[in-house]
């Protein structure tokens, strides 16, 4: 279950993912909190360079393995706009981050590029648990999705990928 402090930091990660789209990239925005409740990384999609792989997701965890021992990354919580991609999911997993809390989930994404008319990404759409273990997840979270359904929408309107 969500709670207000959770809705706070994904309400966070929201501005971060439209921070992101106005600079040209894909709507998606995350943050670390450690178990202090301090936040220790905030990022957004950089995809724009033209590497597909800059995802905050990856950022958060190539930061984490760098400056936190074992057990702050296993007790910090890793919030996002969007739910893990595979790749990211499997970047979590291997820093050995904790609790994973996300707006919106891949399969709403899937579905909404479905009915906007959007060709699927290159990697399947999967539920964070069907790639990493032992992580506990939290989402989607109502009305911050329909927030995220929008900027998603908002994005392919200007930059499509007819199916």
């Known amino acids: ?12 990660c929201v501005e971060l993912a439209r921070q992101g789209m106005v600079q040209g990239n894909s709507p998606f925005g ?3 909190l450690g178990a202090d409740g301090t936040v220790l990384f905030e990022g957004h999609n950089d995809t724009v360079q033209g590497d597909a792989t800059l995802h905050p997701e990856i950022e958060i965890a190539r ?7 074992a057990d702050a990354r296993r007790n910090a919580t890793v919030y ?26 891949s399969r709403q994404l899937a579905a909404w590029m479905h009915e906007w008319g959007i060709a699927p990404g290159p990697v399947h759409t999967l539920a964070i648990e069907e790639v990493v273990t032992g ?19 908002e994005y392919f309107r200007n930059n499509s990928r007819p199916a």
Do not use: N
């Open 63 to 69: 930061w984490a393995s760098r400056h936190l021992g």
């Open 30 to 32: 995350s943050l670390l």
């Open 1 to 12: 279950m969500l709670t207000e402090t959770d809705l706070k930091y994904l309400r966070r």
């Open 80 to 105: 996002t706009s969007g739910e893990h991609c595979p790749m990211c999911s499997a970047a979590h997993g291997w820093a050995g981050l904790g609790r994973i809390v996300y707006a919106s989930s």
């Open 135 to 153: 992580v506990p997840v939290d989402g989607p979270a109502p009305g911050l999705a329909d927030e995220i359904r929008a900027l998603q929408q």
